[in-house]
């Protein structure tokens, strides 16, 4: 995984030598912006070291990923992570989908409900809130549940358009950092992204 930024490798760059070498897959995270006015520590944990710049100048991960697609072959490309508890699910799904059709069904979606209170709070998402809102706006990931039950609330959009990808394209991954949050998706789900942060 890596930030893509403006001062960083290009992403076609990268994605034409990670291809050549032989990566399996390229992994872009996302912050929609970092508040100037900043409390939270860098991971949500005290005593955390400062939050390096690179956060505050990451590409938008479908683009870069969507521009990979274009000049790549075979090389998985993913969101390591989506933070969907504060994006629209009908455009979240739409960008996955483009992705996923542009580079013939590479797309990996991984997706979490993030640890920036202040960022959050820009989206209209409370801190408390953000495990929920990730909940509701998640696809159940089958064709067959989304034909079954279309009137989910607040997740049908995204339950329609990543159901119009190939079933056996698409992946989806759930973050969790250990919290409560885990147990309740670990049922559900085809993988798990786990990390920390310093």
């Known amino acids: 995984m890596i930030f893509p930024t403006d001062q960083t490798i290009q992403p076609t760059t990268l994605g034409i030598e990670a291809e050549a070498r032989g990566f399996e897959s390229i ?20 005593g955390a070291p400062p939050l390096p710049d690179f956060y505050a100048r990451t590409h938008d991960q479908f683009v870069a990923l969507g521009a990979i697609a274009a000049v790549t072959k075979t090389i998985k490309l993913g969101t390591g992570i989506t933070l969907l508890a504060q994006r629209d699910p009908v455009w979240t799904a739409k960008a996955a989908a483009s992705v996923d059709h542009i580079s013939g069904g590479r797309f990996i979606l991984g997706v979490g409900y993030g640890w920036n209170k202040e960022e959050l709070n820009t989206h209209g998402v409370a ?3 953000r495990r929920d809102r990730l909940r509701a706006k998640l696809s159940t990931g089958t064709r067959a549940e989304v034909e079954h039950n279309p009137d989910v609330e607040l997740a049908g959009p995204i339950r329609e358009a990543l159901a119009s990808m190939p079933e056996e394209d698409r992946e989806i991954l759930i973050q969790s950092l250990f919290e409560p949050g885990l147990r309740s998706f670990i049922k559900r789900r085809e993988a798990f992204l786990l990390y920390s942060t310093p």
Do not use: K, L
């Open 127 to 129: 801190y408390n809130d």
């Open 27 to 46: 992994w872009f995270p996302e912050h929609s912006h970092i508040p100037v006015s900043r409390v939270t520590p860098w991971g949500g944990r005290e």
